[in-house]
Each structure stands twice: as C-alpha cells, then as structure tokens.
C-alpha cells in the first residue's frame, strides 16, 4: 500500500519499487531473496569514487547533482546490490540553511560557531515549514535534482533517503567538532535543558525537511543515522534524543516510506529507538540479530549486521560469519543484509562483491 500523499510519479506509486526485495524485507513481506546494502557503499572504498571527485569538496560535491547522483550509483553498478543509499553527509542541510560548517579532511565536520546558548540557538538561520519556499527550501532544489537524476537511473532499484540524528547534529553543533565522548553536548542536556531541547528542535527540523524533499523526489524508503546516540543511557536517551529522533522520522510518516533508525554501539536503545519512530532498526555488529529481534518483541524488520572487520578476514571464516548473520536476521519480520556500521575506506570490493553473491545465492 502507497501513501495518497506521494506524486503518481514516484517509483512506490508507479510499481518500479513496490515489490522490490528491500522494500518487501522492510514492511515484514517474503522477498524474492534477502536484500543487501551497506551503509558507506559509495565512498573511499570505490577507485571510480576517487576519481570522481578528484578536487571537490566533499559538501561541494554532495550539493552538485550531477556529482551526487553519479556517486550514489556507483556501487549499484559495480555490487549489483538492492538499494543505493543517497550520497551525501549529515550535515548538509546546515550547510543547506547557511550555517558555517565544512569537513575536514581527516577530522569530520567543523563548525565555524559552536552553538551552546539560547542566543547562539534563536542567531541559527530559519528554516520554514514543508511547502515553504524559502531560503532553506530552494536550497533543497540541489538535493531534488539529485534524488530524480538517480532514480531514473536506478528504476526498479530502491533509493534510500538518508539524514544524520537529531541528537548526533546537535552534539556536533555543541562541540564544534568530532569529540569521543561527546561530553559537551551530554553536560548541556544537564545543565542547560531548555538550551538543548531548543536546538534539538532545530535539528529536528532540519533533519525532517531533508528527508521529506528526498521522498517527494523519489527516495522509496530513509535512514535515520544517530552516530552517537550509543553514549547515552537508555533514560538520557528516551528524555533528551528520542522526541527529536520521533520529530524528525513523523516528518515523512504520512508519506508511508518505510523508515529505518541506525545508531552505533546503541544495542540498549533498540525498543526506545523503535519507539521514536521508525518502521525498522538497524542493528549494529555487536548484537546478535536473534537478540534483536527478541528484544524488541519481533515488532520491527531488522538491518544488520556483519561486522566491519570481517570483511579483512579470509574466504571461510567470512562466509561462516555472513552465513550466522542470515541466519540468526531470519529470527525478524524481515531482513535486510548490511554492515553493522559503515564500510571501511580500505575495503576490498571484491571482497564486498562475493558477500553480495553469497547473500543473493544463499539468503
């Protein structure tokens, strides 16, 4: 079933997407086979990648449609797997509404301003509402152009939409830059909640209208990635990150997409992160699939989980552990194959090829 709300165009309405395996594995239906995809499939792992963006910057590049659009199929060509992911970076909607950030080659995501008052919060750009063509919203043009050059492309291959957590863009917003303990953004939950909470609308926000402008576009499902929101305890998390998380999954809920929620080291959130939201969780590499599934009821398709690491290992043990993670994903509603974080820049593709193989053959 489609949403009224999505144009007659888009690939869920018009069936190119509808029955796809992935689309089917995330609504809890029996697929043709197990889908797989991995988070970071388009990247530094890829020599075409490299290539193609020889001498742009990486927000640059995300906002030059083109560019984006070509990157995002570049391991759908070479993997044949079932989804592209759409390129881009959690903080391109700030760069979008004209907040001073940039990333850093080898450091991540800089602010020019750390945001830690209630005045730094009420001096961040407005972002308007859905429909709104203001300056933030035409600043999405870039990014609809984008998603349509790649679905056309793709045709009956899934797009995934994507956009950073609420929580993880605040805490990047309140450091400045990449922390390890994000301790910044954990003692203003505490000692300023009315501060936090504000931003947190913020992100939210811009968070939901990201996702929301790569739907209408075409995207036939979206990824909620919270890089960080493991650090907290599950009642930090349930008061302070899962209202934003639930803010920013609602702003496409009446487009009925499938909507997934990531977050790293997070396998003690996975029912309040349920409860925010989304329709299916991702799973990182260390919980167990079967654990998941048990511990959140059964109530939601998974996506998970071999981990990282293993994709350096030799053939047998690799294919034991893509074959434990099939078997113990078969425990879910549904299923859908990935990493249990993001690919490795130093990952073989071939290596990544004989696991989509193996998936496609075995699952």
């Known amino acids: 079933m489609t949403s009224a709300a999505l144009p007659a165009a888009h690939p869920l309405v018009d069936g190119r997407t509808a029955d ?11 697929p ?13 792992s890829l020599p075409e990648y490299m290539e193609a963006r020889a001498g742009t910057r990486m927000l640059d590049a995300c906002l030059t449609p083109g560019l984006a659009s070509e990157i995002t199929l570049q391991p759908v060509r070479r993997y044949g797997v079932d989804a592209a992911i759409f390129f881009s970076d959690i903080v391109v909607p700030m760069r979008i509404a004209g907040v001073d950030v940039d990333i850093k080659p080898g450091v991540g995501p800089v602010f020019g301003r750390p945001i830690r008052t209630m005045a730094d ?12 063509r203001g300056a933030f919203d035409t600043g999405l043009d870039a990014v609809r152009s984008a998603v349509r050059l790649t679905v056309e492309e793709l045709d009956s291959t899934p797009l995934i939409g994507f956009a950073g957590a609420p929580f993880t863009l605040a805490a990047y917003m309140v450091d400045g830059r990449p922390s390890r303990d994000h301790l910044g953004a954990r003692e203003l939950m505490h000692t300023a909640p009315d501060v936090w909470e504000a931003l947190v609308r913020w992100t939210s926000r811009a968070a939901g209208l990201f996702l929301r402008a790569q739907v209408l576009a075409g995207a036939s499902a979206v990824q909620l990635f919270d890089s960080w929101a493991g650090s907290l305890s599950e009642p930090d998390y349930v008061a302070h990150c899962q209202g934003g998380s639930r803010a920013a999954l609602t702003a496409v809920a009446d487009l009925d997409v499938p909507r997934i929620h990531f977050a790293a080291n997070a396998g003690h959130l996975l029912d309040a992160m349920g409860a925010a939201g989304a329709t299916a969780l991702g799973v990182d590499y260390r919980t167990p699939l079967d654990a998941a599934a048990k511990a959140t009821g059964g ?4 996506q998970g989980n071999i981990d990282p690491a293993m994709l350096a290992a030799p053939p047998a043990p690799l294919t034991r552990h893509v074959m434990d993670v099939l078997t113990r994903g078969a425990e879910a509603p549904g299923h859908v194959v990935n990493l249990g974080h993001g690919m490795p820049p130093h990952a073989n593709p071939d290596v990544v090829k004989r696991i989509v193989d193996l998936v496609h053959e075995r699952g």
């Open 121 to 132: 919060i009420e001096a961040l750009p407005a972002l308007g509402v859905p429909g709104d």
């Open 32 to 44: 043709s086979h197990r889908p797989v995809w991995f988070m970071r499939q388009a990247g530094r």
């Open 299 to 302: 109530r939601f398709a998974l």
């Open 20 to 30: 796809s395996p992935l689309v089917t594995a995330l609504r809890g239906g029996k």
